[in-house]
């Protein structure tokens, strides 16, 4: 290969999501040669859980998957990510690609599509994540506690705070969308699961326990805040 053909950072990542096995091989093989790091997942359940896991750089979304409409998995990565969306799908109707860029995807390729097409727009997308991220603030301080969202720490008068994986993904959901209402369906969905939808109580029980651990005064939030009947909010 050329090294052109590469992306020249070994180190992105790229989820690609495909409920067909030739693709989803065709694709490893593709990429993994010009130096991505590749993941994949065969339906939307498994990509959402990947995603969270992997945190790819990259997401490649087929729209016909066997469990979840490619939408709905779109709707549930931008809940809480930024990543740029390559959407892969055999409808090539333009209500469809409106529908999917309006849903938060950042591109539209039509199956069948030509391998150099899509690496170029591959490549595309990589940098405009990277630009992205060349803003973005991975420490965020507050005048009570201070969140290295890089390192998933959280720091409260110079000491360590222990938080649950949970209380992480529910803190960390909020502070990447900090100044942003974050709806409690979204907040369940990304941080629960999609059959969580509805559990509320469990977003007041979790929201409780991380004022306790990081509001100077839990009874009056000053950082961690309540939009009622809406969601929450991370104020700096």
């Known amino acids: 290969m050329s090294e052109k053909d590469t992306t020249a950072h070994p180190t992105v990542t790229v989820l690609v999501v495909d409920d067909e096995p030739q693709i989803l091989r065709a694709l490893r093989i593709n990429l993994s040669v010009r130096g991505y790091q590749v993941v994949t997942a065969a339906d939307g359940a498994a990509a959402l859980r990947i995603a969270a896991e992997k945190q790819p750089d990259v997401v490649i979304l087929d729209l016909g998957l066997p469990d979840l409409d490619g939408i709905e998995v779109l709707a549930g990565l931008r809940g809480w990510t930024s990543a740029p969306v390559i959407v892969l799908s055999a409808r090539t109707d333009s209500a469809d690609k409106v529908e999917a860029l309006d849903a938060g995807a950042d591109d539209y390729v039509t199956k069948p599509f030509g391998m150099d097409e899509l690496l170029a727009?591959?490549?595309?997308?990589?940098?405009?994540?990277?630009?992205?991220?060349?803003?973005?603030?991975?420490?965020?301080?507050?005048?009570?506690?201070?969140?290295?969202?890089?390192?998933?720490?959280?720091?409260?008068n110079g000491a360590a705070v222990h938080l649950t994986p949970t209380e992480w993904g529910m803190l960390e959901m909020l502070v990447r969308h900090r100044g942003k209402l974050v709806g409690r369906k979204e907040l369940l969905r990304e941080v629960w699961g999609p059959a969580y939808a509805t559990e509320t109580h469990y977003l007041r029980i979790y929201l409780a326990q991380l004022r306790r651990k990081l509001e100077d005064d839990p009874a009056h939030p000053r950082h961690l805040l309540t939009e009622a009947g809406m969601g929450y909010r991370f104020q700096e």
Do not use: C, E
């Open 121 to 156: 727009r591959l490549r595309a997308a990589v940098r405009r994540g990277a630009t992205a991220a060349d803003g973005a603030t991975p420490v965020v301080v507050t005048d009570s506690f201070t969140v290295d969202l890089a390192a998933k720490k959280v720091t409260k």
